[in-house]
C-alpha cells in the first residue's frame, strides 16, 4: 500500500517525507485554504514547491464544476509539473471531465467517493485514482472500511485499474483497516502516520534495553 500524506502544509509534508516512505501528496480547497494559499499564482506556486519536495503523485484539485471548467482547469494543473493528478468531484460533469483526461493521458483522482456506484462510474471513466472518505463515512454512523472492502472486490471481480485511495482517515486503526480491506494508497493526515509508530510496550522494552545497556 503506498502512503500519500493528506496536507497543503510544508512543514508537514517534509516531517513525512524525511521518513522515506512517502509516495505522494494529496490536497484540496479546504486544506490549501487552511494554509492562506490565496489567488491563482500562489496555488501554483504551492503546488511547484510541493513537486520539487515529494517525488510522488500530488494531487491538485480543480474548483470548477462544469466540464469546460473542470478541463481548462485540469490542463492548467497537469502543466504545472508531470507529476500532477487533477482532482476532479464525482460530479456528471467530473465524470465527463475524467474521461476526457484519460483520453488526452492526464492522471486523475476522483474525490468526493461514498459509494461503490460511484467508484464504479469513476473506474469505467478510466480514474488514476478514486477517493472514498472513510472518516466522513463513519461521522455519518456508517462504515467507511466496508466501503473500501466492497470496491475492492468489485474492481478485483471486474479488472478494474482505478486505484483505491482511502481519504479522510482519522487515526493509525483507519491507516491498518484500509491496508487490510485492500485500499492501494492511504492519504493520511501526519499525525495518523506517526500514530502507527506507536506502542506502549515498544516504549518499555526500550527503556530497559537502554538501563541494561548500561550494565554491559
Ligand atoms: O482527502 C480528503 C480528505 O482531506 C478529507 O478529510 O478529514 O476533511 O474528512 P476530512
Known amino acids: 500500500m503506498k502512503f500519500f500524506i493528506d496536507t497543503a502544509n510544508l512543514a508537514q509534508i517534509k516531517e513525512a517525507n524525511d521518513l ?32 520539487e519536495m515529494v517525488d510522488g503523485d500530488i494531487s491538485a484539485e480543480v474548483l470548477g464544476v462544469t466540464f469546460e471548467g473542470i478541463v ?19 460530479i456528471k460533469d467530473g465524470i465527463k471531465a475524467i474521461k476526457w483526461f484519460t483520453d488526452n493521458g492526464i492522471k486523475t483522482n476522483c474525490t468526493l467517493i461514498f459509494s461503490a456506484g460511484q467508484a464504479i ?9 478514486i477517493s ?5 463515512i463513519d461521522d455519518s454512523g456508517w462504515d467507511g472500511v466496508q466501503l473500501i472492502s466492497q470496491i475492492a472486490q468489485i474492481y478485483a471481480v471486474q ?25 492501494n494508497v492511504c492519504t ?3 499525525d495518523s502516520i506517526l500514530g502507527l509508530l506507536k506502542h506502549p510496550l515498544t516504549d518499555i522494552g526500550l527503556a530497559k534495553f537502554l538501563e541494561d545497556a548500561k550494565k554491559m
Open 121 to 129: 462510474l469513476a473506474a469505467k471513466a478510466g480514474a488514476s485514482y
Open 188 to 190: 493520511c493526515p501526519l
Open 20 to 51: 522515506g516512505i512517502l509516495d505522494g501528496v494529496t490536497t484540496n480547497p479546504s486544506l490549501m485554504a487552511k494554509e492562506g494559499i490565496k489567488g491563482e499564482e500562489a496555488i501554483t506556486n504551492h503546488y511547484k514547491t510541493i513537486c
Open 72 to 90: 481548462e482547469e485540469g490542463k492548467k494543473l497537469a502543466a504545472i509539473h508531470p507529476n500532477i493528478v487533477v482532482k476532479v468531484p464525482m
Open 159 to 183: 479488472g478494474f485499474k482505478s486505484e483505491i485511495l482511502a481519504a479522510s482517515i482519522r487515526n493509525a486503526n483507519h491507516i491498518i483497516a484500509c491496508a487490510e480491506a485492500g485500499a
Open 132 to 136: 472514498p472518505f472513510i472518516g466522513r
